[in-house]
Nanobody, 123 residues
Framework: QVQLVESGGGLVQAGGSLRLSCAASGSIFSINAMGWYRQAPGKQRELVAVITSGGSTNYADSVKGRFTISRDNAKNTVSLQMNSLKPEDTAVYYC?????????????????WGQGTLVTVSE
């Protein structure tokens, strides 16, 4: 079994900070990239930030300068530090990973999604 588990969501006041974490578990061979997406009610899921195995990052324009994505390759985890939060950041945040795993003795290339963690930013 290979899965992603997110944590760190919650309720915070505008201007505050939260740190989200995502851990990949299972017979993982390598992780090519991990990222965070979010989906607000009635909205399409959108990319927030992504980081490659080499450390390259990309951010949505709406979060540049406020959010920072990082990863720990040894622990197969990715984190999203969210500062200066705005009510517009309220959404369910989903971890995403593009990885290679060994399943039933076979090498497979997978894209996985976490179950989501809710972030609510009040006025």
């Amino acid at each position: 079994q290979v899965q992603l588990v997110e944590s760190g969501g919650g309720l915070v006041q505008a201007g505050g900070s939260l740190r989200l974490s995502c851990a990949a578990s299972g017979s993982i061979f390598s992780i090519n990239a991990m990222g965070w997406y979010r989906q607000a009610p009635g909205k399409q899921r959108e990319l927030v930030a992504v980081i490659t195995s080499g450390g390259s990052t990309n951010y949505a324009d709406s979060v540049k300068g406020r959010f920072t994505i990082s990863r720990d390759n040894a622990k197969n985890t990715v984190s999203l530090q969210m500062n200066s939060l705005k009510p517009e950041d309220t959404a369910v945040y989903y971890c995403n990973a593009n990885l290679a795993a060994v399943i039933d003795g076979v090498y497979r290339y997978l894209e996985l999604w976490g179950q989501g963690t809710l972030v609510t930013v009040s006025e």
